[in-house]
């Protein structure tokens, strides 16, 4: 079973306008929340995160929302730039069983932003 | 160097053949995680050092997967007898082990089993 889904595959975004990445999460002991940005043949870069007592997080252009009722979080990237065209992995960490944040990834979203 | 290094990039393997994935982490990261990626799909858990200890293993596929990390810095992971569906980009990523703190990742190992 997938703790971390992201429901959508792509997305598509003029350039200029707001891109808005959503993630759903089943696990309710997560601590922190977290997305990643990742271009081809490269690997995953760290982007912003959140902790599971927050429910913003705001860092230049990008801004995560977190919904602790629904179990749900996004990010917003406003405005969109053709540079941020890429797959973003929305990732979940929880310490309650282990001694270490065991990081968890969705299937992720590709961007393309379009000029 | 300033980031998680990995080699080699690229690795093809006969399948049957045993394979070594080496990964450098950032200088000082007492954590050191290894991951698989199929194609199309989020990196998946395989293993979790803090430093030179195997914490967590559970996410290895088989018993023909074997990590290591016996000085606590440079991590190799072994494949033995690969077989097709180990096809995947393995990434390794480190981080300093406080709580929240960010993975790093490599660039990835992409192995194909012939």
């Known amino acids: 079973d997938q703790q971390v889904k992201q429901n959508s595959p792509s997305l598509s975004v003029q350039e200029g306008r707001i891109s808005i990445l959503n993630c759903d999460y089943t696990n309710s002991m997560f601590d922190y929340f977290l997305w990643y940005k990742k271009y081809p043949a490269e690997g995953p870069t760290f982007l912003i995160s959140?902790?599971?007592?927050?429910d913003k997080n705001e860092d230049g252009r990008f801004t995560v929302f977190l919904n602790k009722s629904a179990k749900h979080l996004s990010l917003h990237i406003v405005p969109s730039q053709p540079g941020d065209s890429a797959v973003y992995f929305c990732?979940?960490?929880?310490?309650?069983?282990?001694?270490?944040?065991?990081?968890?990834f969705g299937p992720g979203t590709s961007l393309s932003v379009i000029p | 160097g300033a980031g998680v290094s990995q080699s080699p990039r690229y690795k093809v393997a006969k399948r049957g053949q045993d394979v070594a994935l080496r990964c450098d982490p950032i200088?000082?990261?007492?954590?050191l995680f290894w991951y698989q990626q199929a194609l199309g799909q989020g990196p998946e858990f395989l293993t979790y050092f803090q430093n030179e200890a195997q914490l967590d293993k559970s996410g290895l596929p088989s018993d023909r997967f074997f990590a290591e990390r016996p000085e606590g810095s440079v991590s190799t992971l072994k494949i033995q007898r690969t077989q097709q569906e180990d096809s995947a980009v393995y990434l390794c990523a480190s981080s300093s082990g406080t709580v929240g703190s960010p993975l790093h990742f490599g660039n990835g190992t992409r192995l194909t089993v012939t």
């Open positions: 959140i902790s599971s007592i927050k």
């Open positions: 200088s000082g990261h007492v954590s």
């Open positions: 990732a979940a960490s929880a310490r309650y069983e282990t001694s270490y944040d065991k990081v968890i």
